[in-house]
Protein backbone atom coordinates (compact mmCIF):
# COMPACT_ATOMS: atom_id res chain seq x y z
CA UNK A 1 0.00 0.00 0.00
CA UNK A 2 1.28 3.36 -0.90
CA UNK A 3 -0.57 5.09 2.20
CA UNK A 4 -2.78 7.25 -0.63
CA UNK A 5 -6.69 6.76 -0.69
CA UNK A 6 -9.57 7.58 -2.94
CA UNK A 7 -13.17 7.69 -2.24
CA UNK A 8 -15.36 6.99 -3.57
CA UNK A 9 -14.09 3.71 -4.84
CA UNK A 10 -16.90 3.66 -7.92
CA UNK A 11 -19.45 6.16 -8.60
CA UNK A 12 -21.80 6.10 -11.57
CA UNK A 13 -23.53 9.40 -12.76
CA UNK A 14 -25.75 10.05 -15.52
CA UNK A 15 -24.51 12.63 -18.37
CA UNK A 16 -24.70 16.41 -17.52
CA UNK A 17 -24.03 15.81 -13.91
CA UNK A 18 -21.48 16.66 -11.44
CA UNK A 19 -18.99 14.77 -9.11
CA UNK A 20 -16.35 15.55 -6.55
CA UNK A 21 -13.80 13.15 -6.36
CA UNK A 22 -11.68 12.35 -3.25
CA UNK A 23 -7.75 12.25 -2.10
CA UNK A 24 -5.84 11.88 0.86
CA UNK A 25 -2.62 12.29 0.39
CA UNK A 26 0.63 11.08 3.19
CA UNK A 27 1.69 13.32 5.34
CA UNK A 28 3.80 15.63 4.64
CA UNK A 29 3.14 15.73 0.51
CA UNK A 30 2.57 18.83 -0.79
CA UNK A 31 2.58 18.08 -4.21
CA UNK A 32 -0.73 16.27 -5.72
CA UNK A 33 -1.27 14.97 -9.51
CA UNK A 34 -4.68 13.76 -10.57
CA UNK A 35 -4.62 11.60 -14.27
CA UNK A 36 -7.69 10.07 -15.82
CA UNK A 37 -6.93 6.50 -17.34
CA UNK A 38 -9.48 5.29 -19.43
CA UNK A 39 -9.62 1.33 -19.94
CA UNK A 40 -6.73 -0.03 -21.92
CA UNK A 41 -4.75 2.74 -21.52
CA UNK A 42 -2.29 4.80 -19.68
CA UNK A 43 -3.06 8.03 -17.40
CA UNK A 44 -3.33 10.79 -18.65
CA UNK A 45 -2.09 13.98 -16.67
CA UNK A 46 -4.65 15.99 -15.57
CA UNK A 47 -3.57 18.57 -13.39
CA UNK A 48 -1.02 18.68 -10.32
CA UNK A 49 -1.40 21.30 -7.72
CA UNK A 50 1.34 22.20 -4.99
CA UNK A 51 0.61 23.74 -1.80
CA UNK A 52 -3.19 24.76 -3.01
CA UNK A 53 -2.05 26.51 -5.85
CA UNK A 54 -2.39 24.48 -9.64
CA UNK A 55 0.97 24.09 -10.45
CA UNK A 56 -0.11 22.79 -14.27
CA UNK A 57 -2.29 21.50 -16.20
CA UNK A 58 -3.05 19.14 -19.11
CA UNK A 59 -5.19 19.04 -22.20
CA UNK A 60 -8.52 19.25 -20.05
CA UNK A 61 -11.38 21.39 -20.44
CA UNK A 62 -11.96 24.40 -17.48
CA UNK A 63 -15.14 21.89 -16.43
CA UNK A 64 -12.35 19.38 -15.07
CA UNK A 65 -11.06 21.76 -11.74
CA UNK A 66 -9.32 20.91 -8.50
CA UNK A 67 -8.88 22.14 -4.82
CA UNK A 68 -6.07 21.26 -2.43
CA UNK A 69 -6.36 21.37 1.42
CA UNK A 70 -3.72 21.98 3.94
CA UNK A 71 -4.59 18.86 5.46
CA UNK A 72 -3.07 16.53 2.65
CA UNK A 73 -6.31 15.98 1.04
CA UNK A 74 -7.81 17.21 -2.68
CA UNK A 75 -10.62 16.76 -4.81
CA UNK A 76 -11.01 16.52 -8.39
CA UNK A 77 -14.59 17.94 -9.64
CA UNK A 78 -16.33 17.28 -12.96
CA UNK A 79 -18.77 19.56 -14.45
CA UNK A 80 -21.46 18.53 -17.38
CA UNK A 81 -20.35 14.75 -17.28
CA UNK A 82 -20.22 13.73 -20.76
CA UNK A 83 -19.70 9.44 -21.81
CA UNK A 84 -15.87 10.13 -22.42
CA UNK A 85 -15.67 10.70 -18.95
CA UNK A 86 -16.29 7.35 -17.68
CA UNK A 87 -12.63 6.54 -16.44
CA UNK A 88 -10.57 5.16 -13.12
CA UNK A 89 -9.59 9.03 -11.99
CA UNK A 90 -6.05 8.36 -9.97
CA UNK A 91 -4.36 10.57 -7.71
CA UNK A 92 -0.87 10.78 -6.97
CA UNK A 93 1.35 12.13 -4.24
CA UNK A 94 4.61 13.43 -4.17
CA UNK A 95 7.14 14.89 -0.94
CA UNK A 96 8.54 18.76 -1.14
CA UNK A 97 8.10 20.81 -4.38
CA UNK A 98 7.21 19.77 -7.86
CA UNK A 99 10.18 17.98 -9.54
CA UNK A 100 10.60 15.32 -12.25
CA UNK A 101 12.63 13.00 -9.81
CA UNK A 102 10.45 12.71 -7.42
CA UNK A 103 8.53 9.62 -6.92
CA UNK A 104 5.05 9.68 -7.20
CA UNK A 105 3.00 7.62 -4.72
CA UNK A 106 -0.56 6.25 -6.25
CA UNK A 107 -4.00 5.85 -4.75
CA UNK A 108 -6.11 2.61 -5.90
CA UNK A 109 -8.37 5.31 -8.07
CA UNK A 110 -12.36 5.69 -8.20
CA UNK A 111 -13.91 4.28 -11.14
CA UNK A 112 -16.46 6.89 -12.82
CA UNK A 113 -18.84 5.53 -14.86
CA UNK A 114 -21.20 7.80 -16.94
CA UNK A 115 -24.62 6.92 -18.37
CA UNK B 1 9.87 13.59 -22.56
CA UNK B 2 6.94 14.57 -25.16
CA UNK B 3 5.38 11.35 -26.25
CA UNK B 4 6.00 7.72 -24.52
CA UNK B 5 5.37 4.46 -27.07
CA UNK B 6 5.14 1.21 -25.51
CA UNK B 7 4.91 -1.57 -28.56
CA UNK B 8 4.04 -4.38 -26.74
CA UNK B 9 0.03 -4.52 -25.68
CA UNK B 10 0.88 -7.96 -23.65
CA UNK B 11 3.55 -10.59 -22.71
CA UNK B 12 3.62 -13.55 -21.34
CA UNK B 13 6.64 -15.30 -19.31
CA UNK B 14 7.10 -18.94 -17.75
CA UNK B 15 7.88 -18.27 -13.70
CA UNK B 16 11.75 -18.00 -12.67
CA UNK B 17 12.35 -16.99 -16.28
CA UNK B 18 13.45 -13.76 -17.75
CA UNK B 19 11.37 -10.97 -19.93
CA UNK B 20 11.81 -7.55 -21.30
CA UNK B 21 9.66 -4.86 -21.59
CA UNK B 22 10.11 -2.41 -24.49
CA UNK B 23 9.70 1.34 -24.60
CA UNK B 24 10.83 4.35 -26.93
CA UNK B 25 10.38 7.76 -26.32
CA UNK B 26 10.89 11.30 -27.82
CA UNK B 27 12.11 14.18 -25.94
CA UNK B 28 13.77 17.37 -26.77
CA UNK B 29 15.10 17.92 -23.38
CA UNK B 30 19.06 17.20 -22.15
CA UNK B 31 18.12 16.11 -19.02
CA UNK B 32 15.22 13.99 -18.26
CA UNK B 33 13.76 11.44 -16.14
CA UNK B 34 12.41 7.46 -17.21
CA UNK B 35 10.55 5.87 -14.67
CA UNK B 36 8.71 2.25 -15.11
CA UNK B 37 5.80 1.81 -12.86
CA UNK B 38 3.67 -1.62 -12.10
CA UNK B 39 -0.40 -1.29 -11.76
CA UNK B 40 -1.43 -5.03 -10.67
CA UNK B 41 -4.74 -6.09 -11.25
CA UNK B 42 -7.50 -3.81 -8.64
CA UNK B 43 -4.65 -2.91 -6.91
CA UNK B 44 -2.30 0.44 -6.56
CA UNK B 45 0.38 1.44 -9.26
CA UNK B 46 3.57 1.52 -7.46
CA UNK B 47 7.02 2.62 -9.33
CA UNK B 48 9.40 0.08 -10.04
CA UNK B 49 12.64 1.83 -11.09
CA UNK B 50 13.91 4.90 -12.06
CA UNK B 51 16.50 6.31 -14.55
CA UNK B 52 17.89 9.52 -14.47
CA UNK B 53 19.20 10.49 -18.64
CA UNK B 54 22.38 11.84 -17.36
CA UNK B 55 23.74 8.74 -15.76
CA UNK B 56 25.18 6.48 -17.65
CA UNK B 57 25.13 3.20 -15.76
CA UNK B 58 21.31 1.34 -15.82
CA UNK B 59 19.56 1.79 -13.17
CA UNK B 60 19.09 -1.88 -11.34
CA UNK B 61 16.88 -3.19 -8.06
CA UNK B 62 16.41 -6.30 -7.04
CA UNK B 63 14.95 -8.65 -10.26
CA UNK B 64 14.18 -5.24 -12.31
CA UNK B 65 17.15 -3.62 -14.45
CA UNK B 66 16.68 -1.43 -17.44
CA UNK B 67 18.46 -1.03 -20.70
CA UNK B 68 18.97 2.75 -21.31
CA UNK B 69 19.94 3.42 -24.71
CA UNK B 70 19.89 7.44 -24.83
CA UNK B 71 20.78 7.69 -28.51
CA UNK B 72 18.36 5.60 -29.41
CA UNK B 73 15.87 7.07 -27.08
CA UNK B 74 15.25 3.44 -25.68
CA UNK B 75 14.28 2.10 -22.23
CA UNK B 76 13.42 -1.41 -21.80
CA UNK B 77 12.93 -3.55 -18.79
CA UNK B 78 14.18 -6.39 -17.63
CA UNK B 79 12.43 -8.61 -15.09
CA UNK B 80 14.55 -11.12 -14.00
CA UNK B 81 13.41 -14.97 -12.30
CA UNK B 82 9.87 -13.77 -13.39
CA UNK B 83 7.37 -14.36 -10.41
CA UNK B 84 3.64 -14.86 -10.28
CA UNK B 85 3.14 -11.49 -8.24
CA UNK B 86 4.86 -9.58 -11.32
CA UNK B 87 1.59 -10.20 -13.03
CA UNK B 88 0.52 -7.08 -13.98
CA UNK B 89 0.19 -3.97 -16.07
CA UNK B 90 3.54 -2.04 -16.81
CA UNK B 91 3.92 1.48 -17.27
CA UNK B 92 6.76 3.15 -19.49
CA UNK B 93 6.75 7.01 -18.43
CA UNK B 94 8.61 10.35 -18.24
CA UNK B 95 7.79 13.63 -17.03
CA UNK B 96 7.21 16.45 -20.10
CA UNK B 97 8.13 19.24 -17.62
CA UNK B 98 7.98 18.92 -13.20
CA UNK B 99 4.61 18.17 -13.43
CA UNK B 100 3.37 16.41 -16.98
CA UNK B 101 4.13 12.79 -16.53
CA UNK B 102 3.51 11.13 -19.81
CA UNK B 103 2.72 7.54 -19.59
CA UNK B 104 2.82 4.90 -22.66
CA UNK B 105 -0.46 2.66 -23.55
CA UNK B 106 0.80 -0.38 -21.08
CA UNK B 107 1.92 -3.82 -21.46
CA UNK B 108 -0.16 -6.46 -19.85
CA UNK B 109 2.20 -8.77 -18.64
CA UNK B 110 1.64 -12.11 -17.54
CA UNK B 111 3.54 -14.50 -15.71
CA UNK B 112 2.42 -18.20 -16.01
CA UNK B 113 3.25 -20.99 -13.60
Known amino acids: ETGVTQSPTHLIKTRGQQVTLRCSSQSGHNTVSWYQQALGQGPQFIFQYYREEENGRGNFPPRFSGLQFPNYSSELNVNALELDDSALYLC??????????????FGPGTRLTVL | AQTVTQSQPEMSVQEAETVTLSCTYD???????LFWYKQPPSRQMILVIRQEAYKQQNATENRFSVNFQKAAKSFSLKISDSQLGDTAMYFC??????????FGAGTRLTVKP
Open chain 2, 27 to 33: TSESNYY
Open chain 2, 93 to 102: ASPRDNNDMR
Open chain 1, 92 to 105: ASSRGSPGAYNEQF
